[in-house]
């Protein structure tokens, strides 16, 4: 299973970005899919999460409000939406596919990653 991230970049605080991950083959459709990023000298964090079908998301206490996950499962791919950005979402940020039909909020829950698309946010 290989994941693709894209959609990062520069921008302003108060902009905004989509980051698009798509995924390999469909076994991500019964899976669910979770964002994290990694700021320099910090520990990859969790983003945010959603189910397989795309009826449940869940968020970072963070970035709640700003940011929105969505999925096309018929087209292996997973969205982050984050408005209203600021100087501290600086990092990059990975996509990754669930060991289960949920997500979750744990490194540990995720079994395959892609390699990341980075996001600066200028004050």
């Known amino acids: 299973v290989q994941l693709q991230a894209s959609g990062g970049g520069l921008v302003q605080a108060g902009g905004s970005l989509r980051l698009s991950c798509v995924v390999s083959?469909?076994?991500?459709?019964?899976?669910?899919m979770g964002w994290f990023r990694q700021a320099p000298g910090k520990d990859r964090e969790f983003v945010g999460s959603?189910?397989?079908?795309?009826?449940?998301?869940i968020y970072a206490d963070n970035v709640q409000g700003r940011f929105t996950i969505s999925r096309d499962n018929a087209k292996n791919t997973v969205y982050l939406q984050m408005n209203n950005l600021k100087p501290e979402d600086t990092a990059v940020y990975y996509c990754a596919v669930s060991r289960s039909s949920y997500g979750g909020r744990e490194v540990s829950a995720y079994n395959y990653w892609g390699q990341g698309t980075e996001v600066t946010v200028s004050s």
């Open positions: 083959r469909r076994t991500s459709s019964n899976n669910g």
């Open positions: 959603i189910n397989w079908r795309g009826s449940s998301t």
